[in-house]
């Protein structure tokens, strides 16, 4: 999910597969710039098969799948990508087994790209997409998933109203609901970077409205575990490539583009906060671990830049409490009138269970939600079953944990995180914890 790659041919083909399970429509959206469609027209499906001058057409494939053929030559300069879509009339997508998308060359039949699916709830989703970038097409696989149909779905890129032929067997399209302005610094990201985030949010929205939240406003605060077990999860960038996926759940909930940041071990230390529009050069400045570095046999540190943490003061060891105790007195001396968020990442070996207790229950009467994920299999203690513990005005913390995070798609990644929140914000307006 997310990779890409050049498109070196003329026509493709797009074909939709599964091995059991309902059945599954595919259609093709012509989208602009903007990643919306001009009309009704730019809908190809099996009720609607061709697009004007008949670029991409809705096909069959010899095994029954649904396909999509598309002459990228013939394409008109105001389509800028071509998103297939897939959806099914009969429960939801994660009965559908193998369900698969391949990309092939129309010509010879060669498969450029395969990408395998795995939606849950989901009854519609966007399977991968042509993109034209610099003059050039490529294929993104995307597996964006959507709980509300192919209405859902359509709506999100402006098919309204419903074309006359509406495809089988997906509900009509509803109109489409405003569109929630850019996140403050997002258009001074990089390109790839930019559309990566920009797809996030849409996916942490779906997320949202999983568990009925549209439109909520949050603080969001990321911790970041920097002790010495970390250090090849820091080296490898996967923690990196997480603070990166966190900011879209930043860039959603709070619209001014900016995170507070932790960083710990055996002391904790705040980063400078994110700003959304500096997203790449803080992740290079501050998402590190141990000491910067050494020059010569003297093995003297590198000097840091402005705003960089000393690592050697931060140690190696696992000190959850202290930085918990750290972000509570940070949300009491700077409140603000909505609910705070901590997004909380660690690989375990957690041995201070009864201090992090102590201080996640007396957090239990504050604004906040605490959702921790484990980056592994370690041991983490009292976070592991803290939901289970009773005398709390409400139950503030989330926890799992996953063996490998850069092998979880997006959508199931945000579907965990803010899977609790939702219940957690509906519990403290119950009890007075909010207002």
């Known amino acids: 999910m997310g990779a890409n790659l050049p498109v070196d041919v003329d026509r493709v083909r797009l074909e939709l597969g599964r091995s059991d399970g309902p059945a599954v429509s595919a259609a093709a959206l012509l989208l602009t710039g903007a990643g919306r469609v001009r009309s009704g027209a730019d809908l190809v499906a099996r009720d609607q098969p061709g697009a004007p001058g008949d670029a991409v057409r809705h096909v069959g494939t010899p095994d029954g799948a649904e396909a999509v053929e598309v002459d990228l030559a013939a394409l008109p300069d105001s389509t ?8 099914t009339g009969s429960g939801t997508l994660g009965r559908v087994t193998g369900l698969r998308l391949r990309l092939v060359a129309a010509g010879s039949g060669t498969v450029l790209a395969h990408f395998d699916m795995a939606p849950r709830s989901e009854t519609a989703l966007v399977a991968g997409e042509l993109y034209r970038r610099e003059g050039r097409w490529r294929f993104r696989a995307v597996g964006q998933g959507y709980d509300q149909g192919f209405a859902g779905l359509a709506a999100d890129f402006g098919l309204t109203p419903a074309p006359a032929r509406a495809p089988r067997p997906g509900p009509a399209p509803r109109p489409a609901p405003p569109a929630r302005p850019q996140t403050r610094g997002e258009e001074l ?3 790839d970077m930019g559309e990566r985030l920009s797809l996030r949010k849409q996916q942490v929205a779906t997320s949202l409205r999983k568990g009925g939240l549209t439109g909520v ?20 960038g996967t923690v990196a490539r997480v603070a990166e996926r966190m900011a879209a759940v930043a860039a959603l909930l709070d619209d001014d583009g900016t995170m507070q940041a932790w960083t710990f ?31 010569g046999r003297k093995k003297r540190p590198k000097s840091r830049a402005d705003g960089q943490v000393d690592m050697r003061t931060v140690g190696i060891q696992n000190e959850e409490q202290k930085v918990i105790a750290d972000v509570r007195a940070y949300v009491r001396d700077h409140p603000v009138p909505l609910p705070t968020l901590v997004l909380f990442f660690s690989d375990g070996g957690v041995y201070r269970s009864k201090e992090i207790e102590r201080e996640l229950r007396a957090a239990a009467d504050e604004p906040v939600f605490w959702q921790f994920v484990g980056l592994g299999r370690s041991h983490y203690g009292v976070l592991e079953y803290f939901d289970t513990l009773p005398g709390r005005t409400v139950d503030n913390v989330g926890f799992f944990a996953v063996d490998d995070v850069d092998q979880v798609a997006d959508p199931e990644l945000y579907d965990r995180l803010l899977s609790e929140f939702p219940l957690w914000l509906g519990a403290a307006r119950e009890a007075g914890v909010l207002r």
């Not at 800028?80 to 959806?87: D, H, M, S, T």
């Not at 406003?217 to 490898?236: C, E, F, H, P, Q």
């Open 265 to 295: 071990a055996t002391r904790p230390a705040r980063l400078p906060d994110l700003h959304l529009g500096e997203l790449p050069e803080w992740l290079r400045l501050h998402v590190r671990v141990g000491q910067l570095g050494v020059i």
């Open 189 to 191: 990201l990089p390109a």
């Open 217 to 236: 406003t949050a603080r969001v605060i990321l911790v970041l575990d920097a002790s010495g077990s970390m250090s090849g999860l820091y080296a490898k």
């Open 80 to 87: 800028e990508r071509v998103a297939l879509c897939a959806w």
